[in-house]
Antibody, heavy 118, light 107 residues
Framework: EVQLVQSRAAVKKPGESLKISCRASGYNFNTYWIAWVRQMPGKGLECMGI????????RYGLSFQGQVTMSVDKSLSTAFLQWNSLKVSDTAIYYCVRQNMRNALENWGQGTVVAVSS | DIQMTQSPSSLSASVGDKVVITCQASQDISIHLNWYQQKPGQAPRLLIY???TPETGVPSRFSGSGSGTHYTFTISSLQPEDVATYYCQQCDNLIGTFGQGTKLEIK
């Protein structure tokens, strides 16, 4: 069974750094794109970008380029999403998702709540 | 960027009704159109991919159709457990974009 298990909720202050994780199991982690999807409070879904674990090929959405960093650790079958300096506007639920061979977002993590407040 | 315009933004219908949601792409996206369901407090779930292919385990009352730039998602007979927000998504390029969502409620 494919599973994506994300790290717990985080409460941070503006300007702090954060790295959240997404541990995959049940499939060959290296050969499926992992997408990160943001959902701001009460809002819709936004695809932030995707990463291919085998070679760390990473594509960022225009709105997210330079704002976050995606990475993987193949030895841990884990993907990461990182901020160097959080803003209040980064408050959201972040989902990691396995993208299938048809580019559909097939398997979703449970989501990580990130709350940024002074 | 390819823009997705989804309508309506909200919808109220009775149990047993047929429900139709539409999605318009800003350019031709061929078959690269998916539909997701998000129930309150849950992660989204893939229902339909490649316009009309149901994901494993999806009830047959859910279906999709369309081509080019105009797509339709249909629930043939609305059930109480279908209360959710539904999103279309284009995946013509690697980074997909979503429609704004349709919040579906029971009348």
């Amino acid at each position: 069974e494919v599973q994506l298990v994300q790290s717990r909720a985080a409460v941070k202050k503006p300007g702090e750094s954060l790295k959240i994780s997404c541990r995959a199991s049940g499939y060959n982690f290296n050969t499926y794109w992992i997408a990160w999807v943001r959902q701001m409070p009460g809002k819709g879904l936004e695809c932030m970008g995707i990463i291919y674990p085998d070679d760390s090929d990473t594509r960022y959405g225009l709105s997210f380029q330079g704002q976050v960093t995606m990475s993987v650790d193949k030895s841990l079958s884990t993907a990461f999403l990182q901020w160097n300096s959080l803003k209040v506007s980064d408050t959201a639920i972040y989902y990691c998702v396995r993208q299938n061979m048809r580019n559909a977002l097939e398997n979703w993590g449970q989501g990580t709540v990130v709350a940024v407040s002074s | 960027d390819i823009q997705m315009t989804q309508s309506p933004s909200s919808l109220s219908a009775s149990v047993g009704d047929k429900v139709v949601i539409t999605c318009q792409a800003s350019q031709d996206i061929s078959i690269h159109l998916n539909w997701y369901q998000q129930k309150p407090g849950q992660a989204p779930r893939l229902l339909i991919y490649d316009v009309k292919t149901p994901e494993t385990g999806v009830p047959s009352r859910f279906s999709g159709s369309g081509s080019g730039t105009h797509y339709t998602f249909t629930i043939s007979s609305l059930q109480p457990e279908d209360v959710a927000t539904y999103y279309c998504q284009q995946c013509d390029n690697l980074i997909g974009t979503f429609g704004q969502g349709t919040k579906l409620e029971i009348k």
